[in-house]
């Protein structure tokens, strides 16, 4: 018999993936916010994720209601896994989703967790709770399985449908099915990992290498400002070598690589290991708005007037979790800075109800700044010319270029500044 299946969290990870897996198959998807299924019932996905066309079109059906789920067989569940205000990992979401689903279970089910953790939360967090409110026994009458995302938002190459997908489970035989099922959408680009354990450790390891990377570039960049050597420069020749790793520096934000490094650290630090190196990454990361704000103070020598371009956390999404670029508007008025914020992706409530902030909606010549920060190399802002910066930048404003988005052609008539 065919599986139905329901994925629980239909946010970035989930509702691509139920999309896509509601091509072949029999698909429910549920999630607790009303708002959200509202939109996703009338096409409209806020991540950007999924066209309108191709979500009316899907078989998908959603619900805010558990019992929707009911008769489903493989659940996948893709929840949040975020951490608290002093960076220890919350698995609130994931128990109250695993509780709502011990209601739903019967023998023969399997579920599948793909929210990103560290090892163990799978089958010795989430499973002990199916099993005390189903009253069913994982291994035995229902099975894990743990399967890592690792699409990337706002990425339309590396989409869910064409990358590999790692997956485990509690025995071979759940494994190949698993596989069987992902596999359809995908064309089999499977990779079964040995473990469960295994395959949450690889998840978060992908994550914690990419900020600890991330980390090297940024301390290396303020080292490098400080001997006026730009770190592009430095990259351009070093990546000439076959075995260079190319990074770039960056407030590193958003939900993945900013927190989950804290999950390993949280692990590591239970089991009596001090994780030097994941915490070092974290530190100098979350340092970074504040050393650039220091540098910009310094190279600007009095307070100025300035435009923020990029409030998101990363470019070409809507995505305002977790943004660094918060930090560095909030550490840029602390020096003395007057500060005004523009973003070509960002929903303008969202970033009233979040931060505050009263985004500006047009870049026009009535604002005319003393300085902009490239802070997020949306598209809009990577194609401006000089004239565009004309049309909101004083003339010799300075041009704070925090991710090298102009430096091929720096706009003429001003002062362009990168690290
Ligand atoms: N976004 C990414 O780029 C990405 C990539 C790889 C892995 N991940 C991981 O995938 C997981 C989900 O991330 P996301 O970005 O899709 O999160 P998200 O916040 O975009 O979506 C989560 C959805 O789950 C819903 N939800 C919360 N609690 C629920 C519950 N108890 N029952 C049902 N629905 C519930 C929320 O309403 C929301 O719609 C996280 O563990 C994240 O680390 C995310």
Redesign the pocket.
């Known amino acids: 018999m065919e599986s139905k299946i329901a994925v629980?969290?239909?946010?970035?990870?989930?509702l691509p993936l139920a999309v896509a897996l509601a091509k072949s198959y029999v698909v429910v998807g549920?999630?607790?916010?009303e708002h959200?299924v509202r939109e996703i019932k009338e096409g409209y996905d806020r991540?950007n994720e999924i066209e309108e066309t191709v979500l009316k079109k899907s078989s998908l059906q959603v619900s805010t209601d558990a019992n929707s789920m009911l008769g489903c067989d493989v659940f996948i569940v893709?929840?949040?896994?975020p951490v608290d205000a002093s960076n220890t990992p919350d698995l609130e979401?994931l128990r109250?989703?695993s509780a709502?689903l011990g209601e739903i279970i019967t023998k023969g089910c399997v579920v599948v967790y793909?929210?990103?953790?560290y090892p163990g939360v799978t089958e010795d967090f989430c499973g002990p709770i199916l099993e005390k409110i189903s009253g069913l026994k994982a291994g035995v009458d229902f099975y894990l399985g743990y399967s890592?995302?690792?699409?990337?938002?706002g990425d339309k190459v590396h989409t869910v449908e064409k990358i590999t997908k790692v997956v485990a489970a509690q025995t071979p035989d759940i494994a190949q099915k698993i596989a069987q099922i992902y596999g359809k959408m995908n064309n089999n680009n499977i990779f079964i990992a040995k473990t469960i354990k295994a395959a949450e450790a690889a998840?978060v390891i992908e994550n914690t290498q990419r900020d600890i990377n991330i980390a090297f570039m940024n301390e290396i960049s303020l080292i490098f400002s400080k001997m006026n050597i730009s770190i592009y420069d430095v990259l351009d020749a070093a990546s000439t070598k076959w075995n260079f790793l190319k990074f770039s520096p960056g407030l590193v934000g958003?939900?993945?690589i900013g927190?989950?490094p804290y999950y390993l650290a949280q692990a590591s630090k239970s089991l009596g290991h001090d994780p030097q190196m994941i915490l070092a990454g974290r530190s100098i990361n979350e340092s970074m708005a504040n050393e650039l704000a220091d540098l910009m103070t310094q190279r600007a020598g009095r307070p100025l007037r300035l435009l923020v371009l990029g409030l998101t956390f990363k470019e070409n999404v809507p995505?305002l979790?977790n943004t660094k670029v918060v930090d560095l508007v909030e550490a840029l008025k602390k020096r003395g800075h007057q500060v005004d914020v523009h973003d070509a992706c960002a929903d303008p409530k969202e970033a009233s109800q979040f931060f505050n902030y009263n985004l500006v909606p047009v870049l026009t010549v009535d604002n005319h700044y003393d300085g902009v920060v490239g802070a997020v190399p949306h598209d809009l802002y990577c194609q401006f010319t000089s004239a565009d910066f004309g049309r909101f930048l004083k003339p010799q404003g300075q041009v704070f270029d925090l991710k090298a988005i102009w430096r091929k052609s720096p706009p003429s008539g001003f002062n362009y500044w990168i690290l």
């Open positions: 629980i969290g239909l946010g970035y990870v989930g549920y999630d607790i916010s959200r991540t893709t929840v949040p896994t979401p109250r989703a709502a793909e929210s990103t953790v890592p995302e690792r699409i990337n938002p998840k958003g939900h993945c927190v989950d995505d979790r």
